[in-house]
């Protein structure tokens, strides 16, 4: 068994963190390093991070998110937002895989074109590559805080036009998930049970 | 440095897999069972998968996804749908999380009570939930491929109405992303650049 395996075998949503223990700048980037390793459609990288680490930010989150007592004992809270102007900025974006030699100049273009016919006046689409990316994106922070010796907890319960009040989103991002990160206390559940594998499997 | 730091960094989305690699039902269903561990909501576990192995049901979906040639070269290719219905069938999902001493009858009540509250006519929820669970999945999916030796890549360029037609889904799976798992071959693109944090990081 490698290391990977367990860490997803064993990763636990911890509701219980050692409160007080303060995380550095250099930590906060690594995680937010690691979670945009995470792939997105066309590598649109439409993601944006808010690392809520003081305890004044975290008093402004915890009242938009039910009171939750996590929020203020976590190191640190991110939330974790998709884009929804991925094809606004995609043609920035792309622009380093053409200069650093990935791609030709041609397709770059072409994938721009793409994603602007299939993205421009469809806000479905841009909604649910908004959310696909943010949680991609979670789900690699929740497991590089686990190979950096840290627990996380993931959060869908928060007020989202509360959430983008107070931490001054725009209108294109959407605040897709809070995912918390900390020290692990005592006292938390283990892993909870999943369903069978013939629920929820159908090999073809 | 750990192995799984090390998945996330160097993990790539391959385009050319080594054709004509079978893979077995136990690896199929490790696989799953890893995808399986991601945390959802609740644990509401609104996920679905169909791993498209034969080269017949391969061709079907190769034909509602642009033709794209890795869904033929790949061992399996996963649909990973999400659960329009995750209230419906909540009250059964979070049982053995009581029988098995995990929670309270009484709070897994209350949490099956607040998901009819929160998704019941609120298509929008229901949608963001799906999509939300199953990218939570397909990541941990592809960071268990990378443990296991193998090499994947995230898709989401099909018809969802073809592919719902062809696959027989129910009007309540939603697929979220195509995953397709196999042998790496060679001439695959490095991984691709990523944006600046500072661009996409903010800490307060």
């Known amino acids: 068994m490698n290391s990977i395996l367990e860490a997803i075998e064993s990763r636990i949503s911890v509701n219980h963190f050692r409160p007080d223990v303060a995380m550095d700048d250099a930590i906060v980037q690594a995680l937010i390093s690691y979670a945009t390793r995470a792939p997105s459609a066309y590598n649109l990288q439409n993601w944006r991070f808010i690392a809520v680490r003081s305890a004044e930010a975290k008093e402004r989150l ?3 998110a039910y009171r939750q007592q996590k929020i203020v004992e976590a190191s640190v809270v991110f939330i974790v937002c998709g884009t929804l102007s991925a094809h606004e900025q995609f043609q920035q974006v792309i622009q380093p895989s053409v200069d650093q030699g990935v791609m030709e100049q041609s397709l770059a273009d072409r994938w721009v074109a793409q ?3 299939i993205h421009t006046d ?7 590559e908004a959310v696909r990316s943010a949680s991609l994106a979670a789900m690699t922070l929740m497991l590089a805080a686990k190979g950096m010796g840290l627990a996380s907890c993931p959060m869908v319960g928060f007020d989202p036009k509360g959430v983008a009040k107070e931490f ?3 209108d294109t991002d959407v605040p897709v998930i809070l995912v918390a990160v900390g020290h692990e206390a005592d006292g938390n559940w283990p892993q909870k049970p999943r369903r069978p594998l013939h629920e929820v499997l159908e090999i073809v």
Request: glycine share 12%; charged share 30%.
């Open 115 to 117: 994603i602007k016919a």
């Open 62 to 64: 915890r009242a938009v």
């Open 122 to 128: 469809n806000p479905g689409m841009q909604r649910d």
């Open 168 to 170: 001054g989103l725009k």
